[in-house]
Nanobody, 124 residues
Framework: QVQLVESGGGLVQTGGSLRLSCTTS????????MGWFRQAPGKEREFVAV????????YYADSVRGRFTISRDNAKNTVYLQMNSLKPEDTAVYYC?????????????????WGQGTQVTVSS
């Protein structure tokens, strides 16, 4: 079992930046696909970004590509999501997820470990 804890959320103005962190403990996630998802009020949880187990491959949702960057430091058991040029529509609870896999996983039902989420609010 792996435990995931997100941090770094907060309130930011349009155009601002935040960096989210997801720190893991328990089972190693060194061989896991790590993803970020988000859920806005009244909406379903949606895919944001994913990074392969070795950090060599990444994939982004169209809505964040070019603005967000996912990265990982396996030595620190941490995955990051750098969010730039934030928009009000980025407001949501952001979750990180993990699943031991060599593939880039983009569907939430493919993941078996989830964090509790961190709130990101972008004011206009």
């Amino acid at each position: 079992q792996v435990q995931l804890v997100e941090s770094g959320g907060g309130l930011v103005q349009t155009g601002g930046s935040l960096r989210l962190s997801c720190t893991t403990s328990g089972r190693t996630v060194s061989f896991s696909s790590m993803g970020w998802f988000r859920q806005a009020p009244g909406k379903e949880r949606e895919f944001v970004a994913v990074i392969s187990w070795n950090g060599g491959n990444t994939y982004y949702a169209d809505s964040v590509r070019g603005r967000f960057t996912i990265s990982r430091d396996n030595a620190k058991n941490t995955v990051y999501l750098q969010m730039n040029s934030l928009k009000p529509e980025d407001t949501a609870v952001y979750y990180c997820a993990a699943r031991r896999s060599s593939r880039l996983l983009v569907h939430l039902n493919e993941y078996d470990s989830w964090g509790q989420g961190t709130q990101v609010t972008v004011s206009s």
